[in-house]
């Protein structure tokens, strides 16, 4: 383990990532975030959502170094007594189960279409591409949106994991589409080569020089899309959350939380809606910096 972890240090990857202040400040950034969702229920100061808990008293409190601020809600609470701060962690938890698993799905998805596409050509590659044209032909986040709110409709009393289950399949219907246009290209490519020719010569079948040879050869831009896809995922979720069609109401994520907050913007309440944007706005900036590293670090013309 540790001579995996020193050769990995020693390595042009990691000597690039050490060589670039942004890509560390967003690395440590992303850890937070990552660390706090995964221990929610340890890392915040309160349970947001135990209505046991909340008391109205506490409704719209500003953060503590405001005056009739408290130390017990640091960055003051919402209309319902809820703790901004909890909020805020358990809300990034559900953004980013949310962001990650949808751009998981468009991954399998899309890599799986695309090599199928690129490795066999002819009318498969012609049905896979114009069906590829037909869904950028759509703004994502309005499929997203008419998903979503389907669901939502056919399903009003379904289950929290139904309803996640739902928003995850929404934003993931047009996130396949970047990486099944990547791969074809990059398949189109492979598939010429030498090490491709004489697997066929020798007979192995076309499944397994796809899974085999040509799909390692062809993740390197996979990997940088997906990380940068992350935040667009994230983002997308925040907003269907804002529109009111993304996560449930009982367990609301950085989106819902902001959409909350907008009805106090202007009655001075600003905290409500500010640090759940802020929070969002770091997820996304973090995650993005990291995209644009990883483009680097893996861009052979640059190295």
């Not at 990995?8 to 975030?33: E, G, T």
């Not at 601020?69 to 919402?78: H, S």
């Amino acid at each position: 383990m540790n001579k995996a972890w020193f050769s990995w240090w020693d390595s042009d990857i990691a000597y690039s990532f050490r060589q670039s202040p942004a890509a560390v400040v967003a690395a440590l950034l992303a850890l937070v975030f990552v660390v706090a969702a995964l221990f929610a229920p340890w890392v915040a100061p309160h349970n947001p959502f135990d209505l046991a808990t909340l008391e109205l008293s506490n409704a719209r409190l500003p953060p503590a170094w405001l005056p009739d601020g408290q130390t017990a809600f640091l960055l003051g609470t919402d209309d319902q007594g809820r703790d901004i701060l909890s909020a805020l962690i358990y809300g990034a938890r559900i953004s980013l189960a949310v962001g990650l698993a949808s751009v998981v799905l468009s991954v399998v998805v899309g890599v799986s279409l695309g090599l199928l596409a690129g490795f066999w050509g002819g009318w498969i590659d012609a049905l896979l591409m114009r069906l590829c044209d037909v869904m950028l032909s759509f703004p994502a986040i309005l499929v997203a949106l008419l998903i979503a709110g389907v669901g939502r409709a056919l399903f009003p009393n379904a289950h929290e994991s139904l309803a996640f289950g739902v928003l995850i399949v929404s934003i993931s219907l047009t996130g396949w589409v970047q990486y099944a246009r990547t791969v074809r290209g990059s398949t189109l490519v492979e598939r010429q080569k030498e090490y491709v020719q004489a697997a066929r010569v020798i007979g192995v079948s076309p499944l397994r020089i796809m899974r085999k040879h040509v799909l390692p050869n062809v993740l390197g831009p996979v990997l940088v899309l997906a990380t940068i896809h992350v935040a667009t995922a994230i983002i997308t979720e925040a907003t269907l959350s804002f529109l009111g069609v993304g996560a449930p109401p009982t367990s609301p994520s950085l989106g819902t939380l902001i959409r909350i907050g907008n009805d106090y913007l202007f009655s001075g309440e600003w905290w409500i809606t500010v640090f759940p944007g802020l929070v969002l706005i770091l997820i996304a900036l973090s995650v993005n910096l990291l995209g644009d590293w990883m483009r680097d670090a893996l861009n052979p013309r640059l190295n």
